[in-house]
């Protein structure tokens, strides 16, 4: 049972919770408002749960730490980014405690960053990371949270639709610089990211079974991978090997020095290629596309690429303009074929021409058929007037 008692004007509670003592101010001068909190947080203990004074004691600061030293235990390669959107949330919530972020607040916050001029896309990667926060809290023992505030995602409508065709990807290699050329081919057959491909070392190939391999941890999603090379794939990295630097570890390099940004390179090649605007990574859709289309089943596909889930797969697996051509041959030619069979079923002329094209013993087939049909009839009509006048 708990108490209720006077602090000055204000009237307290006091009760308890596994032979702990809690005590808490009502907020009133008034006994009826204590008795009701009393009552409050007397039935949240008899149903098993967790009194609200210690969710009010955490503040959202509090849980911007946990989700932090999460990021950090686990290593994550986003952790920049986090502190990035942690920076955000803290300077619109730090102060409030972890109970106080509802629902209506994060949407002041929404309207705020877009207000500023933040994409769809940067707001929900900072209303991801409010997400984070609080699915930590309640998976605590015990939860730092009652519940979760509802945070609706914003529309996004970024998904990058560029692919490079065949003849574009020929133009591009002429035009880039000597260094960044092995780089192009290596993306437009294999569909590999940027930096998986720029950090690829020489103890990762093994030219003798033509085999490169990724361990695990050196990718996105941190699961090894492994492809075999075709033949002109291999022929470039024999060739690279040769020409090899002893002092360089990596594959693709400018003078022994690891390449890290060409943007500037890129940009100027695609000019000149006449494709302003092309990004590098146009290049991963651009495999993953060519691996379908050459018959390399998709479960297969995906293993080569690096996609761990069928939906991104399919939002890259992009549908092109001779795709659309060839779709629309298809569809006259089956619209051709479905006029002549309707033309033919209703012209006797037609069927007549299609039966003088048949052997004469198909046409003596038909006859007897026709003959035997017509006799069948006859004994039906027969025995159905001796049913009716028995």
């Known amino acids: 049972m708990g108490c209720i008692y006077r602090r000055g004007k204000t009237y307290w509670i006091k009760y308890y919770r596994n032979g702990k003592p809690y005590a808490e101010s009502s907020g009133s001068d008034k006994l009826e408002v204590a008795k009701r909190s009393l009552k409050i947080r007397e039935g949240e203990i008899s149903q098993g749960k967790i009194p609200g004074i210690c969710f009010d004691r955490v503040s959202f600061n509090d849980l911007v730490d946990d989700y932090l030293t999460d990021y950090r235990l686990n290593e994550r390669k986003t952790e920049k980014r986090a502190e990035r959107c942690a920076g955000y949330l803290r300077g619109e919530f730090g102060t409030l405690k972890a109970s106080e972020v509802d629902t209506s607040k994060i949407k002041q916050y929404m309207e705020r ?9 940067t707001v929900n990667r900072e209303l ?4 984070r926060i609080f699915n930590l809290a309640v998976r605590c023992t015990p939860p730092k949270v009652a519940q979760k505030p509802y945070v609706a995602m914003l529309k996004e409508n970024n998904v990058r639709k560029g692919f490079i065709e065949y003849d574009e990807y020929r133009a591009l290699l002429e035009a880039l610089p000597v260094h960044l050329k092995p780089v192009l081919q290596f993306a437009y057959a294999t569909g590999w990211r940027k930096s998986e491909i720029l950090n690829l070392q020489w103890k990762q190939v093994n030219l003798r079974d033509g085999i490169v391999r990724l361990e695990p941890g050196e990718t996105k999603n941190d699961e090894g991978r492994t492809i075999y090379m075709e033949s002109d794939l291999l022929k470039m990295m024999s060739a690279r090997h040769k020409t090899r630097r002893l002092d360089c570890r990596h594959v693709f390099h400018l003078d022994g020095k690891m390449v890290k940004d060409f943007r500037g390179s890129w940009a100027a090649a695609c000019k000149v290629a006449g494709n302003p605007g092309i990004l590098f990574h146009d290049l991963r859709r651009s495999g993953i596309r060519n691996m379908i289309r050459a018959g390399i089943p998709e479960r297969v596909a995906m293993a080569i690429s690096g996609h761990k889930t069928r939906s991104v797969f399919d939002r890259y697996n992009i549908v092109s303009q001779e795709d659309l051509k ?14 002549g069979q309707l033309q033919n079923s209703y012209n006797p002329t037609g069927l007549r021409r299609k039966a003088q094209t048949r052997g004469s013993g198909n046409l003596r087939l038909v006859s007897v058929q026709m003959a035997n049909t017509t006799q069948s009839q006859k004994t039906k009509g027969f025995t159905d007037s001796i049913s009716a006048n028995p």
């Open 128 to 131: 991801a990371a409010i997400k």
């Open 113 to 121: 960053r877009l207000s500023e001029g933040c994409a769809n896309a």
């Open 326 to 339: 060839e779709a629309a041959r298809k569809r006259q030619i089956f619209n051709d074929l479905q006029a």
